[in-house]
């Protein structure tokens, strides 16, 4: 029998972040999940940490890639799940009945194409900074990411059969394209009104904030048009200076 989750973490040289995801996945009352842990080839003590972590479920494979997105994509290939949860390294669940409450919600509206929700922003300390700084819709649809990434790409969890491959020719916002194709399949999106995933604030995104908004831009224009990206564009300006002052003062009062 197939599992209903495929929890995946892609990793590379990732010591100083993987230890809270594993104690994460295994602290989960939910057990119907397989946990795939696909490395590329790491120098540290990456693995060991993974096989030491103990989790039955988990499935422990490392090889050479061309980037996280396509380890994603051998991460699908292999994945057996009904429905794919990814967890980078240094995301958590929010609680250890975060699987339970996603399960049931999935039993309770008979296998929805999308379920989500919320997602809080965590330091590397794993000290809660704030809210992310878009909120997720009540409501999901394909037109809600023409604003954006509107749902964390952790929070965002496909019914494996809506998944195709990520697109490589996108280094940094692959997952914000694939979330739009995974809309554009699905016919219904269920909204979990609770927070379920803590992001660690330190991603490949973050630290490429400009390549990875120029390449987000690029995707609008061809999902949505490009005059109403610009005019969207325009008008998100003032949010995200408020939200990085905001982000800024938080990480600031715990220091």
Same mark, same amino acid.
């Not at 009540?138 to 809506?162: E, P, W, Y």
């Given at each position: 029998?197939?599992?209903?989750?495929?929890?995946?973490?892609?990793?590379?040289?990732?010591?100083?972040?993987?230890?809270?995801?594993?104690?994460?996945?295994?602290?989960?009352?939910?057990?119907?999940?397989?946990?795939?842990?696909?490395?590329?080839?790491?120098?540290?003590?990456?693995?060991?940490?993974?096989?030491?972590?103990?989790?039955?479920?988990?499935?422990?494979?490392?090889?050479?890639?061309?980037?996280?997105?396509?380890?994603?994509?051998?991460?699908?290939?292999?994945?057996?799940?009904?429905?794919?949860?990814? +967890? !980078?390294? @240094?995301? *958590?669940?929010?609680?250890?009945?975060?699987?339970?409450?996603?399960?049931?919600? $999935? %039993?309770? =509206?008979?296998?929805?194409?999308?379920?989500?929700?919320?997602?809080?922003?965590?330091?590397?300390?794993?000290?809660?900074?704030?809210?992310?700084?878009?909120?997720?819709?009540?409501?999901?649809?394909?037109?809600?990411?023409?604003?954006?990434?509107?749902?964390?790409?952790?929070?965002?969890?496909?019914?494996?059969?809506?998944?195709?491959?990520?697109?490589?020719?996108?280094?940094?916002?692959?997952?914000?394209?694939?979330?739009?194709?995974?809309?554009?399949?699905?016919?219904?999106?269920?909204?979990?009104?609770?927070?379920?995933?803590?992001? +660690? !604030?330190? @991603?490949? *995104?973050?630290?490429?904030?400009?390549?990875?908004?120029?390449?987000?831009?690029? $995707? %609008?224009? =061809?999902?949505?048009?490009?005059?109403?990206?610009?005019?969207?564009?325009?008008?998100?300006?003032?949010?995200?200076?408020?939200?990085?002052?905001?982000?800024?003062?938080?990480?600031?009062?715990?220091?």
């Amino acid at each position: 029998m197939s599992p209903l989750f495929s929890i995946i973490t892609v990793t590379y040289n990732a010591e100083s972040t993987l230890p809270p995801t594993l104690e994460s996945v295994r602290e989960q009352t939910c057990s119907l999940y397989e946990y795939i842990v696909m490395d590329g080839v790491s120098k540290d003590k990456t693995l060991k940490l993974a096989i030491d972590a103990g989790i039955p479920q988990a499935k422990i494979s490392s090889s050479k890639d061309t980037g996280i997105y396509d380890a994603m994509n051998k991460a699908i290939d292999i994945a057996t799940g009904e429905y794919l949860i990814f +967890l !980078n390294a @240094g995301d *958590t669940f929010h609680s250890a009945d975060t699987l339970d409450k996603i399960a049931k919600t $999935i %039993m309770d =509206y008979d296998f929805p194409g999308i379920v989500y929700g919320q997602t809080d922003l965590m330091d590397s300390q794993r000290r809660y900074i704030a809210p992310r700084h878009l909120t997720a819709p009540d409501r999901l649809t394909l037109k809600s990411f023409a604003d954006g990434m509107v749902v964390c790409h952790q929070a965002f969890i496909v019914n494996r059969r809506l998944a195709q491959h990520y697109d490589l020719k996108y280094r940094y916002s692959a997952d914000y394209e694939w979330c739009i194709r995974c809309l554009q399949r699905s016919r219904r999106n269920v909204y979990i009104p609770a927070t379920i995933i803590d992001y +660690l !604030n330190e @991603g490949t *995104t973050t630290a490429n904030r400009r390549a990875s908004l120029i390449e987000r831009m690029r $995707i %609008m224009g =061809y999902y949505y048009g490009w005059i109403p990206t610009i005019a969207r564009h325009v008008a998100f300006i003032p949010r995200f200076i408020r939200q990085r002052r905001k982000e800024r003062s938080a990480l600031n009062s715990l220091e």
